[in-house]
């Protein structure tokens, strides 16, 4: 893993060409946690300072509020007149775009980014304005409150109680080249609603009281600055990947836990989730998956399954490598996200075996590196459960080491044959050939008996003296040594290729599941083509929209039931929302799957707080099914049931029933919503 080896990531890089290179306008926006922080004060502020620096600035639009010290900004400033439209009697006044375009200065300041405009506008929102602003190389600057963002909607109204009406999407914010956190107090925000500096006496009263209650403005502040860290963390992964920048840059707390097929994995998840929130870090479990000699028992994968679910249940995000360098893996992926802290496990075995084996621990701790190493020791020396590992195929089984014995002696009888014509001291690497088929049927076992008695027949039958057991010629010795390595040796690289044989097919597997899928999706007719196709006729031909709607969702719903059952053999349904927003079966994988009042109850709770639940898991687990939400912009639009405990479910099979569910929802989402 030396510097020198680590280049810019392609997209990465593109990222930042695109970004310095297409002539596009600039986006700032002024963000702030609640209205009256000074969003639009500081933004006119700023306007007076680009002005000096003789940047052509006007203000596109603007909303005071009647607040004189907002007001009295605009002196000095050049404000387009806002255009006037009619609409049910009343006049609005919305931007002028036109004449902003006509203008075309350096910098346009647009307030109120969630805004939107009156009927009949260019645009239905603001926000869509200002994308066109800044497509035409007009720079923006432009204020927005955190509760307008759609991701924050949700979490909004738990926190106040308020449904908002005015959001914009997240992916708005994400274009913004520049963000200026607008953060005032809540007590200096407080004293300037009783000073009628927000709203007149009246209504600040009434939103002191609701709205802007102390702990409502202490949830939204840190919504906000959650947002914004989220961004700025973005912004820096991306650029030290184009500038293959390897890090770690201390610019914000990131912790990787590295997750084994342990008893003690749980000890060391709890102690790495205590160090993350010590120290506000967002925090990673990492479980480095063996391709090569080794891999978990069956009792060892319910630890590691064991582990990761605690970790997923404490909110670290679930990551699985591949590799059999675990120390380099684990390097590779912190320098790739900017982890500053690593926490491993202190071994227990003994230092010669550590030693022997190639301790990933003494690797990690010896690579230079600029990261911070917790070494945790396991607090208890038993086993924290007892688990009964799956039964395992024999080691020894007589059939397998006498079809090895007969195979040792038809190459015996090649040999006699070829002893005529070679040298007797070469016959003994033909014996390798028993070695390596006894090895990939029959396993390690009977390829080292393959080995000893295959060298007892060589030395039997074509060394000097013949047929007694003892060597004379030291030849034949270095010989027979050479062979036994070279058996083992091989035998071992067999065991290698056949285990990545066998990882390869296996992703091969997942990877043609996924594709069967997308397949199977992209057969059924897109909406858009049916609606343009419908929008000539007759109301009664556009009805039979319901129809297709209820035909679609039933072909989404055993799609999806179908390779759910090739990942988790167990019963299983699907169940989505239909128009009054109540859960609907859609779909079983057979007709006596029974499911209860109490499995539906369940259901909806995934279904509303977008989470999985049920069997294996922290919540309502007393019923047979787990269920995991289909979400479309993180808004749940239907639930998979499975007859299976999740804690039972592997990494691997997560990832593709997460992967199905994704799959689904993209399809699913327009047809659910008509």
């Not at 107090?185 to 709205?211: C, H, S």
């Not at 890090?247 to 097929?261: D, F, S």
């Not at 069956?298 to 990551?319: S, W």
Request: net charge neutral.
């Amino acid at each position: 893993m030396e510097e020198e080896k680590i280049r810019p990531d392609p997209d990465a890089l593109l990222k930042e060409v695109e970004r310095e290179e297409i002539k596009k306008g600039r986006l700032k926006i002024f963000i702030g946690y609640a209205p009256g922080v000074g969003k639009t004060f500081t933004m006119l502020n700023d306007a007076h300072v680009l002005k000096k620096r003789g940047i052509d600035v006007i203000v596109g639009f603007v909303e005071t509020h009647s607040r004189a010290e907002t007001e009295a900004l605009l002196s000095g400033l050049e404000v387009l007149p806002k255009k006037k439209q009619e609409y049910k009697g009343i006049t609005l006044e919305e931007m002028d775009m036109d004449a902003v375009l006509v203008r075309r200065p350096d910098v346009v300041l647009v307030d109120e980014l969630a805004h939107t405009n009156a009927a009949g506008s260019r645009h239905s929102k603001r926000y869509q304005d200002i994308e066109e602003l800044l497509d035409n190389g007009i720079d923006v600057h432009t204020t927005v409150n955190i509760q307008h963002f759609e991701s924050m909607k949700d979490a909004v109204a738990k926190i106040t109680g308020i449904q908002m009406q005015e959001t914009l999407p997240d992916t708005f914010f994400d274009r913004a080249d520049e963000v200026q956190v607008i953060d005032v107090p809540w007590e200096e925000l407080t004293q300037r609603l009783k000073e009628g500096k927000v709203y007149i006496p009246k209504q600040a009263r009434q939103a002191i009281d609701n709205f802007f209650q102390r702990g409502n403005l202490f949830a939204l502040r840190e919504l906000m600055l959650n947002l914004v860290a989220r961004k700025m963390d973005g912004e820096l992964l991306n650029y030290m990947k184009s500038k293959a920048i390897s890090g770690p840059w201390p610019a914000a707390e990131k912790l990787v836990v590295c997750a084994g097929a342990s008893p003690y994995a749980k000890q060391l998840i709890r102690k790495a989730y205590s160090i993350a929130k010590d120290t506000h870090a967002e925090w990673y479990a990492v479980y480095v998956a063996p391709t090569g000699l080794t891999e978990p028992s069956g009792m060892e994968k319910v630890y590691l399954t064991d582990a990761l679910n605690l970790a997923e249940e404490l909110g670290a995000k679930i990551i699985t490598l591949s590799g059999n360098n675990v120390a380099d893996e684990i390097i590779r992926f912190a320098r790739e996200y900017n982890v500053t802290r690593i926490v491993i496990g202190k071994p227990l075995r003994s230092v010669l075996v550590e030693y022997l084996k190639g301790s990933p621990v003494s690797r990690l701790l010896h690579t230079p590196s600029e990261f911070d190493f917790h070494l945790i020791t396991p607090t208890v020396e038993k086993r924290e459960k007892t688990v009964s590992s799956p039964p395992r195929r024999k080691m020894f089984n007589p059939v397998d080491y006498l079809i090895t014995i007969l195979l040792v002696a038809v190459i015996t009888l090649l040999n006699a044959f070829l002893q005529h014509f070679v040298d007797s001291s070469s016959l003994v690497y033909i014996y390798i050939i028993a070695v390596i088929i006894s090895d990939l049927f029959f396993g390690i076992g009977a390829s080292i008996f393959a080995s000893a008695i295959s060298l007892l027949v060589f030395d039997y039958f074509f060394t000097e003296p013949r047929f007694n057991l003892s060597i004379n010629d030291p030849r034949e010795i270095i010989n027979v040594l050479v062979f036994l390595f070279t058996a083992i040796i091989v035998g071992q690289l067999v065991k290698i290729v056949k285990k990545q044989n066998t990882a390869l097919q296996l992703r091969l597997e997942r990877v043609t599941l996924i594709e069967e899928m997308s397949k199977q999706f992209l057969t059924l007719p897109p909406l858009e083509e049916l609606v343009d196709g419908l929008a000539g006729f007759s109301k009664e031909t556009i009805n039979t929209v319901a129809l297709l709607r209820t035909t679609i969702i039933n072909d989404i719903s055993d799609v999806t039931i179908k390779y759910v059952m090739k990942v988790v053999s167990a019963p299983c349904f699907v169940l989505f929302r239909d128009n009054n927003d109540n859960l609907q079966v859609w779909a079983k994988s057979s007709p006596q799957v029974d499911i209860s009042p109490n499995d539906l109850a369940v259901a909806r709770w995934s279904f509303q707080h977008g989470k999985i639940s049920g069997a294996g898991t922290e919540t309502l687990s007393s019923i047979p099914y787990c269920f995991l939400p289909v979400k479309s912009q993180e808004k749940a639009i239907g639930v998979i049931g499975i007859n299976y405990e999740f804690k039972k479910l592997l990494p691997e099979q997560r990832q593709i029933l997460g992967t199905i569910a994704n799959l689904t929802s993209l399809i699913a989402a327009r047809w659910v919503k008509l």
